[in-house]
């Protein structure tokens, strides 16, 4: 009976461990991921391509439909 209440209490620390861990995760790291996601995104919209249109222009959008697609 001892054997398995310290089972149980290995898996109970275990499933707070990872809980900790997960909630850093959320709470921490992945803003910052998502932040500099989003800004390396945002960076890159207005970059003129080798056609001359720029990518967050309509007609750039029309060229690529007609011409790709």
Do not use: C, H, Q
């Not at 290995?10 to 500099?36: E, H, S, Y």
């Not at 003129?48 to 439909?65: L, R, W």
């Amino acid at each position: 009976m001892k054997a398995a209440t310290g089972e149980l209490n290995l898996t109970l620390i275990t499933v707070v461990a990872l809980g900790a861990v997960l909630a850093l995760f959320a709470a921490v790291i992945w803003p910052a991921i998502r932040d500099k996601v989003t800004t390396k995104i945002n960076e890159t919209d207005d970059v003129e391509v080798e056609s001359g249109f720029n990518t967050n222009d309509v007609e750039f959008t029309k060229y690529i439909e007609t011409e790709l697609f």
